[in-house]
Every structure is written in structure tokens, then in C-alpha cells.
């Protein structure tokens, strides 16, 4: 059974920074590809960025690419979202997620998700 326990979110105003952690428990983090989602309300949950197992390959969404930063400590088993600009449609619920393979291509489909941490950006 695979865990994964988001923090690090909460009430920040426009222009601050916030970064998020994820644990994962139950499985091998060094051979799991990892992504974050997040979910607006009354809006689809949708890609934030995605890393490969060795952090080599990172991919973002288009309007996330040069505000958020993707990262993993392998050796801490702890995944990272470093977040700046923000602005108040960042605000979401923010998802951790896993996938039983390297690959971290955008379009990759995950299995095991986080129960979520809120991000809300205040104007």
C-alpha cells in the first residue's frame, strides 16, 4: 500500500512564495516517477509539472513554466514543489502523485495520489 502525505500549503497574498513536500510511504520513492496536480474549485484537476525518477527529466505546465520548481531528494524520500509569484488563480488544491515507472511524460497516468494540500493566494 503506497502513501503519500502532502504539506506545506496555507494563506499567502499575491507575489509570495510557498513550497510544497510530499512523502511517500510503501514503495520504492527512487523508481517512482512523481507529479503534482491541483484542483480549483468547480474546475478539473489538472498537471502542474512531473519529475523522472532521477530527477533528470522535469516538465511543467505551460503556465506554471518559471514560477514553480519541481524537485526530489532521493535520499530523503521528500518531493518538492517550490512555488513563487503567486497569484490568486493558484489557488487550489495541490496533489501529490506517483507512478510505477520513470517515465514523467505530461500525458503519463499515476496511481497513487495524496489527500491534498490547499494553496490559497490572496489579492
Known amino acids: 500500500q503506497v502513501q503519500l502525505v502532502e504539506s506545506g500549503g496555507g494563506l499567502v497574498q499575491a507575489g509570495d512564495s510557498l513550497k510544497l513536500s510530499c512523502v511517500p510511504t510503501?514503495?520504492?520513492?527512487?523508481?517512482?516517477?512523481m507529479g503534482w496536480f491541483r484542483q480549483a474549485p468547480g474546475k478539473e484537476r489538472e498537471f502542474v509539472a512531473s519529475i523522472s525518477c532521477g530527477g533528470g527529466s522535469t516538465y511543467y505546465a505551460a503556465s506554471m513554466k518559471g514560477r514553480f520548481t519541481i524537485s526530489r531528494d532521493n535520499a530523503k524520500k521528500t518531493l518538492y514543489l517550490e512555488m513563487n509569484s503567486l497569484k490568486p488563480e493558484d489557488t487550489a488544491v495541490y496533489y501529490c502523485a506517483a507512478r510505477g515507472s520513470c517515465n514523467a511524460s505530461p500525458g503519463a497516468d499515476y496511481t497513487y495520489w495524496g489527500q491534498g494540500t490547499q494553496v490559497t493566494v490572496s489579492s
Open positions: 510503501g514503495r520504492t520513492f527512487s523508481s517512482s516517477a
